[in-house]
């Protein structure tokens, strides 16, 4: 045995002013089991797309059609923009109910998790809320505000809220008052402290709840447009069932898809990426 | 002048009756003092700088400075409290005020090189080790060259060379900006290596018992011969004052539970 073994070379020695090493060598191992992944998924698509054209060929054409039949019909549809007008329209209600939901289920939820008295006193509303059926508010908003763009924004707003309020609540039950303390110990206006003490705490609660809320919200606002509009994607899909239209159906819902998962990939993480990159 | 009268402070304790943590404490700062509070655990150290830092605002008594409540006040707190979503550099100009941006910049950047973090200014909090934390901290506290700065217990689970080099930061800062300070510690060699005075609190409910003035030049060595005869001059003239001090049984400041 040598001398090295039964001493640890002088560089390994730490005091607490030694900087914490960085990860070392674990990059090129991530890319590679990155590359593996995208390959897999990849290989996922391209055998949902084989089952589907194998169940098409068997089954009846009016019933099934192929994917290629689908992919004709949302260039048809596009062509002559009838796809966009209605896309557009439910996109716009999407973003407006998406964002009043978020508005106020984060400052419900906030005033939840930092009162006890006031989380005692709506407690009670936020069951009622998360269990009511999105048809029965959508009926009643559409009862009591009439048939309009508000009421059902309204709607798809107040099934989203609930939600929200649980997950930011959680959030702000669990902001660290050591840090608030520093805040009030330096006299910070209430709006840094707010930006910059409070609100980076519960930014992963709030991108849990946007990510969530997104796909209830798409999908509350095509049951809300068959219901009481006469544009948008839900209310062409109406149309399109009243007529037996599978092919049609199969179009809108592709593209609607395709968009809202792609203001996810591309909008909401990079967002989350960017607001959460100092735990990396 | 740093002016502290505290007549009494209770918690309230559940299920019992209220604890009572101050009563009837006094004590005094000088403008540019450096005064050091050494008292046994759970004699209200903490809690003493809460209510001069107005963290803590459910006292009898009164804390004045210049004729008002001190507003103009650094905090250091026993762990280093920074923001761990912001860079170094954005933790200290958080709390930087008085001045246009350029400036406060500036003044933060040359403190933080001061504190030899000039390479790091860009890097999250959670990237540093513990030492580096607390000069964060500690730059942080003296952005603003505040006429008053609360220390509590801010170097407690350093290693002893970090510690040192800690305090010879904070005492070139001192004597820079020239601040009063009130420090809090339970380590009498770190109270007599800092202090021009220090100010020993009794068992709960904490009161000033003993006030004692540091008459040694700076700067002045922790293990120095003068030091260690004064420590121990102390400790022979007041058995009974420091028996709660864990001081007394020698430089163990390393790893010990925070009380």
Same mark, same amino acid.
């Given at each position: 045995m040598?001398?090295?073994?039964l001493?640890?070379p002088?560089?390994v /020695?730490?005091?607490?002013d030694?900087p914490?090493?960085?990860?070392?060598?674990?990059?090129p191992v991530?890319?590679?089991v990155?590359?593996?992944e995208r390959?897999?998924?990849?290989?996922s698509?391209?055998t949902?797309?084989?089952?589907?054209q194998?169940?098409?060929?068997l089954a009846?054409?009016r019933?099934?059609?192929?994917p290629?039949?689908?992919?004709?019909r949302?260039g048809?549809?596009?062509?002559s923009?009838a796809l966009?007008?209605h896309?557009?329209v439910t996109?716009g209600r999407?973003?407006a109910a998406?964002?009043?939901?978020m508005?106020?289920?984060a400052?419900?939820g906030?005033?939840?998790g930092r009162w006890?008295r006031?989380?005692?006193f709506?407690?009670?509303w936020?069951?009622l809320?998360?269990n009511?059926?999105a048809?029965?508010t959508i009926?009643?908003?559409?009862v009591w505000?009439?048939?309009n763009?508000?009421?059902?924004?309204?709607?798809?707003a107040?099934?989203?809220?609930p939600t929200?309020?649980?997950t930011?609540?959680e959030?702000?039950?669990?902001v660290d008052?050591?840090?608030?303390?520093?805040?009030?110990?330096?006299?910070?206006p209430?709006?840094?402290?707010?930006l910059?003490?409070?609100l980076?705490q519960l930014?992963?609660?709030l991108m849990?709840a946007?990510?969530?809320?997104?796909s209830?919200?798409w999908k509350?606002v095509l049951?809300?447009?068959l219901?009481g509009?006469?544009?948008g /994607?839900g209310?062409?899909?109406n149309?399109?069932?009243q007529f037996?239209?599978?092919?049609g159906i199969?179009?809108?819902t592709?593209?609607?898809?395709? /968009?809202v998962l792609?203001?996810?990939?591309?909008?909401?993480?990079?967002?989350?990426r960017?607001l959460?990159g100092?735990?990396? | 002048?740093?002016?502290?009268?505290?007549?009494?402070?209770?918690?309230p304790e559940r299920g019992g009756?209220?604890?009572?943590?101050?009563?009837?404490?006094?004590?005094t700062?000088q403008?540019g003092?450096f005064v050091?509070?050494?008292?046994?655990?759970g004699c209200?150290?903490?809690?003493?700088l809460n209510?001069v &830092?107005?963290?803590?605002?459910?006292f009898?008594g009164?804390?004045t400075?210049? &004729?008002g409540?001190?507003?103009d006040v650094?905090?250091?707190f026993q +762990?280093?409290?920074?923001m761990?979503?912001s860079?170094?550099?954005d933790n200290?100009?958080?709390?930087?005020?008085g001045?246009e941006r350029a400036?406060?910049?500036a003044?933060?950047l040359?403190l933080l090189?001061?504190?030899?973090?000039?390479?790091?200014?860009?890097?999250y909090?959670g990237?540093l080790?513990?030492?580096?934390?607390r000069?964060v901290?500690?730059?942080?506290?003296?952005?603003n +060259?505040?006429?008053?700065l609360l220390?509590? +217990?801010?170097?407690v689970?350093?290693?002893s060379?970090? #510690?040192?080099r800690?305090?010879a930061?904070l005492? #070139?800062?001192?004597?820079?900006c020239?601040?009063?300070v009130l420090f809090?510690?339970h380590?009498?060699? +770190?109270?007599?290596t800092?202090?021009?005075?220090?100010?020993?609190?009794?068992?709960?409910p904490?009161?000033?018992v003993?006030e004692? #003035?540091?008459?040694?030049p700076r700067p002045?060595?922790?293990? &120095?011969?003068?030091?260690?005869?004064?420590?121990?001059?102390l400790?022979?003239d007041?058995?009974?004052?420091l028996a709660?001090l864990?001081?007394a049984q020698?430089?163990?400041?390393?790893g010990r539970?925070v009380?």
């Amino acid at each position: 045995m040598t001398a090295e073994r039964l001493f640890p070379p002088a560089s390994v /020695v730490r005091t607490s002013d030694t900087p914490r090493s960085p990860p070392v060598a674990t990059e090129p191992v991530l890319v590679t089991v990155q590359r593996g992944e995208r390959r897999l998924r990849l290989a996922s698509l391209v055998t949902f797309v084989l089952l589907w054209q194998l169940a098409a060929s068997l089954a009846d054409s009016r019933t099934l059609p192929d994917p290629l039949a689908v992919l004709a019909r949302i260039g048809a549809e596009t062509a002559s923009l009838a796809l966009p007008a209605h896309l557009a329209v439910t996109l716009g209600r999407v973003a407006a109910a998406f964002a009043v939901a978020m508005l106020a289920g984060a400052l419900v939820g906030m005033a939840m998790g930092r009162w006890r008295r006031v989380d005692a006193f709506l407690d009670a509303w936020l069951v009622l809320g998360l269990n009511i059926p999105a048809l029965v508010t959508i009926i009643l908003c559409y009862v009591w505000f009439g048939l309009n763009d508000w009421a059902a924004i309204l709607a798809v707003a107040i099934n989203k809220i609930p939600t929200v309020v649980v997950t930011v609540r959680e959030g702000a039950r669990a902001v660290d008052p050591r840090l608030l303390e520093v805040a009030r110990a330096y006299r910070l206006p209430w709006r840094t402290t707010f930006l910059r003490v409070y609100l980076p705490q519960l930014v992963p609660y709030l991108m849990a709840a946007a990510r969530a809320g997104l796909s209830l919200v798409w999908k509350i606002v095509l049951v809300v447009e068959l219901l009481g509009r006469s544009e948008g /994607v839900g209310f062409q899909l109406n149309v399109l069932f009243q007529f037996f239209d599978i092919t049609g159906i199969l179009a809108y819902t592709l593209v609607f898809a395709v /968009v809202v998962l792609a203001a996810e990939g591309w909008v909401l993480r990079p967002l989350e990426r960017r607001l959460t990159g100092w735990r990396g | 002048m740093l002016d502290i009268r505290v007549d009494a402070k209770r918690y309230p304790e559940r299920g019992g009756r209220p604890h009572l943590a101050l009563s009837a404490l006094q004590m005094t700062v000088q403008r540019g003092e450096f005064v050091c509070v050494v008292g046994p655990s759970g004699c209200g150290k903490s809690t003493l700088l809460n209510i001069v &830092g107005g963290l803590d605002r459910a006292f009898e008594g009164r804390v004045t400075m210049g &004729g008002g409540f001190p507003e103009d006040v650094g905090f250091m707190f026993q +762990e280093p409290r920074l923001m761990p979503w912001s860079s170094v550099l954005d933790n200290v100009l958080l709390v930087a005020r008085g001045g246009e941006r350029a400036r406060l910049k500036a003044r933060a950047l040359e403190l933080l090189r001061a504190m030899a973090l000039g390479e790091v200014l860009d890097a999250y909090p959670g990237r540093l080790s513990g030492g580096m934390m607390r000069r964060v901290a500690l730059a942080r506290a003296f952005v603003n +060259e505040p006429a008053l700065l609360l220390m509590d +217990e801010p170097f407690v689970s350093l290693d002893s060379p970090t #510690a040192d080099r800690l305090r010879a930061m904070l005492l #070139a800062q001192w004597q820079r900006c020239g601040a009063s300070v009130l420090f809090v510690t339970h380590d009498l060699r +770190e109270a007599l290596t800092l202090a021009d005075r220090v100010c020993f609190l009794s068992p709960a409910p904490g009161r000033v018992v003993l006030e004692f #003035a540091v008459d040694l030049p700076r700067p002045r060595a922790r293990a &120095g011969a003068q030091l260690e005869r004064l420590h121990a001059a102390l400790l022979a003239d007041h058995p009974e004052l420091l028996a709660g001090l864990p001081a007394a049984q020698g430089d163990v400041t390393e790893g010990r539970p925070v009380a």
